[in-house]
């Protein structure tokens, strides 16, 4: 009877450890991650630490998730504090702080949305439409 009772908080403690570790992942999840989500997209914040215009890339560094690379696609959009409409990834630099919402294709992160912090980007993408 003893080496029920044990088997059973055993049990219980792994079950707790494996669902627990579940509901701290969802919580984590901001609410740009659970829109990109709904879209079919990913996000991913941080600041610009390389742009490759030749490329076609732009490397971003988020504090304490490492950095990305990913390449821009001729349906690509950018958008910039300092520009309403037509930006490109020429209006960015090393230091910029941005967020990019994009899709893994064929292995490379591929860019559908890169926007300034502070651009308000679907402000301007709701008056392009």
């Known amino acids: 009877m ?15 450890a494996v669902f627990g570790s579940a509901f701290v992942a969802q919580a984590g999840d901001t609410k740009e991650e659970k829109k990109a989500a709904k879209q079919g997209e990913e996000f991913f914040d941080g600041e610009v630490s390389a742009v490759d215009f030749k490329a076609g890339t732009v490397t971003i560094k988020k504090k304490d998730a490492g ?25 960015f630099k ?33 008056k392009a439409e």
């Open 94 to 126: 090393v230091g910029d702080k941005v967020e990019v919402w994009y899709t893994v294709d064929k292995g490379t992160p591929t860019i559908h949305t890169l926007a300034e912090q502070g651009s308000h980007a679907e402000k301007k993408a709701k």
């Open 2 to 16: 003893k080496k029920s009772w044990i088997r059973g908080v055993a049990a219980a403690v792994v079950a707790t």
């Open 67 to 91: 950095t990305m690379t990913f390449t821009a696609a001729q349906a690509s959009k950018f958008y910039v504090k300092q520009k309403k409409t037509g930006a490109a990834l020429t209006d």
